[in-house]
């Protein structure tokens, strides 16, 4: 962690995360609802292609905030999708100060 950058106020990271969160939501819910739906109708084939957005998002976001790839699985349940793209947003919201243990320096 630099100690010379300053942590952003609460509000302000609580406003970019709150963005962030809207925007994986966002595509989610687009997703299912504009294209996911009208195609295949409520299947699980069409369960399962609704969540392809949200995950490639955290597939990309992970990786920048100590979180693995692999997390992105977690959409498959979509609350806990949902609750580790609120942590994703959240530490985000933080960068470039970190206040998470680095896990590529281990």
């Given amino acids: 962690m630099r100690p010379d950058l300053q942590a952003r106020p609460a509000a ?10 809207a925007l994986v939501v966002g595509s989610w819910l687009g997703l299912r609802h504009g294209v996911v739906i009208p195609t295949f109708g409520r299947t699980p084939a069409g369960d399962v292609l609704s969540i392809v957005a949200p995950a490639l998002l955290t597939m990309i976001a992970a990786p920048l905030v100590g979180y693995r790839r692999r997390d992105a699985l977690l ?19 933080l960068l470039p100060r970190r206040d998470w243990v680095d896990r590529s320096a281990g």
């Fill in 12 to 21: 302000l990271r609580f406003a970019i995360a709150a963005v962030l969160v």
């Fill in 75 to 93: 959409w498959v349940i979509p609350p806990l999708g949902l609750a580790l793209a609120a942590r994703l947003a959240w530490r985000i919201a």
